[in-house]
C-alpha cells in the first residue's frame, strides 16, 4: 500500500497536477491612446444681440468686440490645453452664455443675466 501511494503521488507530480499553479492568462494589449488634435467649439449666445468676447486659442487669445450674437466658434486643441471663453453683455439689458463642447462633449456651460455682464466659461481639453 504504501509503494502505491508514493507510486500515484510520483505520477500526479510528474503529470503536472502537484499544485502548480496554472499559467496566466496572455495579457491584453491596452488599446492605443489618441493623442491627436481635439475639436473644441466655443458656443456664445444668450437674449444679447451683442457681445465683447475673448477665447483661448491653441496659439493665444483671440478677442471680438460687438460681436452679433448668438456666435460659434471652434479650434483644433491639443489634449491638455486650457479652454476659456468670455462673453460680455455689450447692452443694458439682456443675458450672455458660453458653453464649450470637445468632441460633442460639453465641457462647461455659463450664463449671466443684466447689464454688462460676464459669463464665463473654462476646462482642460481632454
Given at each position: 500500500?504504501?509503494?502505491?501511494?508514493?507510486?500515484?503521488?510520483?505520477l500526479?507530480?510528474?503529470?503536472?497536477?502537484?499544485?502548480?499553479?496554472?499559467?496566466?492568462?496572455?495579457?491584453?494589449?491596452?488599446?492605443?491612446?489618441?493623442t491627436g488634435?481635439?475639436?473644441?467649439?466655443?458656443?456664445?449666445?444668450?437674449?444679447?444681440h451683442?457681445?465683447?468676447?475673448?477665447?483661448?486659442?491653441?496659439?493665444?487669445?483671440?478677442?471680438?468686440?460687438?460681436?452679433?450674437?448668438?456666435?460659434?466658434?471652434?479650434?483644433?486643441?491639443?489634449?491638455?490645453?486650457?479652454?476659456?471663453?468670455?462673453?460680455?453683455?455689450?447692452?443694458?439689458?439682456?443675458?450672455?452664455?458660453?458653453?464649450?463642447?470637445?468632441?460633442?462633449?460639453?465641457?462647461?456651460?455659463?450664463?449671466?443675466?443684466?447689464?454688462?455682464?460676464i459669463?464665463?466659461?473654462?476646462?482642460?481639453?481632454?
Amino acid at each position: 500500500m504504501r509503494v502505491t501511494v508514493i507510486l500515484a503521488v510520483a505520477l500526479a507530480l510528474a503529470s503536472g497536477c502537484g499544485g502548480q499553479p496554472p499559467a496566466p492568462p496572455p495579457s491584453a494589449t491596452p488599446a492605443p491612446i489618441d493623442t491627436g488634435p481635439r475639436t473644441v467649439v466655443y458656443r456664445i449666445g444668450g437674449t444679447a444681440h451683442v457681445g465683447d468676447i475673448t477665447v483661448q486659442t491653441a496659439s493665444g487669445v483671440e478677442q471680438t468686440a460687438d460681436a452679433l450674437l448668438p456666435a460659434e466658434v471652434s479650434y483644433e486643441m491639443p489634449p491638455g490645453s486650457f479652454a476659456s471663453v468670455f462673453v460680455q453683455n455689450a447692452a443694458a439689458e439682456g443675458s450672455v452664455s458660453c458653453e464649450i463642447v470637445v468632441d460633442g462633449t460639453t465641457v462647461s456651460r455659463n450664463s449671466s443675466e443684466g447689464e454688462y455682464v460676464i459669463a464665463s466659461c473654462d476646462g482642460t481639453v481632454p
